[in-house]
């Protein structure tokens, strides 16, 4: 099961910010979380993770809070193109780097409206 | 494109029927991973590479899903006597280190293989 909760839908004005949330409650201090978005009918696309500090990338920017319980996906400007499905995933370190501990939940379907 | 390669795109079948799709990993990536995924859900994990070595195994391969990676290269997932149920789309994953930072190892997918199964 996925160790991770979120919205099933959102939706964003484009232009925007979009703020998707992931709850993580039972994360364990060698937990990564990670995000990537599926664009219909295309593979996962990696888009950033981290462990306990605020990441920034050129596609998102990820904040975790203090307890790393949850963490929100930011999207600065989102445009029609990010219309997609965003998954939260939290996984372990190399070491325990196998393939049933990367595991998918529904994630949350983002529509960005014109 | 993120350099794991996966072909065929698409693949038609009649039920009964042996399919094959073959996946190219990034070129330094030692892991390698299956998932399958049908329409609304996320992906399920099937199967894992280390190297030539197949680590782990989901419950979902039946013993109809064989996967090989002989070399530690590319590797190969074949359905034998295909269902209907079996359609969904493949996709192969690999991942092998994040240079210059440590991290938990990102996982990089495929674009799939979609197969549907008539």
């Known amino acids: 099961d996925a160790k991770t909760t979120q919205p099933p839908s959102m939706d964003c004005a484009e232009g925007r910010a979009a703020n998707l949330p992931c709850n993580h409650s039972?994360?364990?201090?060698?937990?990564?979380v990670y995000w990537y978005r599926q664009i219909h009918s295309q593979g996962p696309q990696y888009i950033i993770h981290?462990?306990?500090n605020n990441e920034t990338n050129e596609m998102a920017s990820l904040i975790i809070t203090e307890d790393r319980k949850s963490s929100t996906l930011i999207l600065p400007h989102a445009t029609l193109r990010d219309t997609a499905v965003y998954y939260c995933?939290?996984?372990?370190?190399?070491?325990?780097?196998?393939?049933?501990?990367?595991?998918f939940g529904p994630g949350t379907r983002l529509s960005v409206l014109p | 494109d993120t350099g794991v390669s996966q072909d065929p795109r698409h693949k038609i079948t009649k039920r009964g029927q042996n399919v094959t799709f073959r996946c190219d990993p990034i070129?330094?990536?030692?892991?390698l991973y299956w998932y399958r995924q049908t329409l609304g859900q996320g992906p399920e994990f099937l199967t894992y590479?280390?190297?030539?070595?197949?680590?782990?195994k989901s419950r979902l391969l039946s013993d109809r899903f064989s996967a090989e990676r002989p070399k530690g290269s590319f590797s190969t997932l074949e359905i034998q006597r295909t269902e209907q149920g079996d359609s969904a789309m493949y996709l192969c994953?690999?991942?092998?280190?994040?240079?210059?930072?440590?991290?938990?190892?990102?996982?990089?997918f495929g674009e799939g293989s979609w197969l549907t199964v008539v």
């Open positions: 994953a690999s991942t092998g280190g994040d240079r210059g930072r440590s991290s938990g190892n990102t996982i990089y």
């Open positions: 039972t994360i364990s201090g060698n937990e990564y």
């Open positions: 981290g462990l306990k």
């Open positions: 995933i939290v996984r372990p370190t190399p070491a325990d780097n196998y393939g049933q501990n990367f595991v």
């Open positions: 070129s330094e990536h030692n892991r």
């Open positions: 590479f280390q190297n030539e070595a197949q680590l782990e």
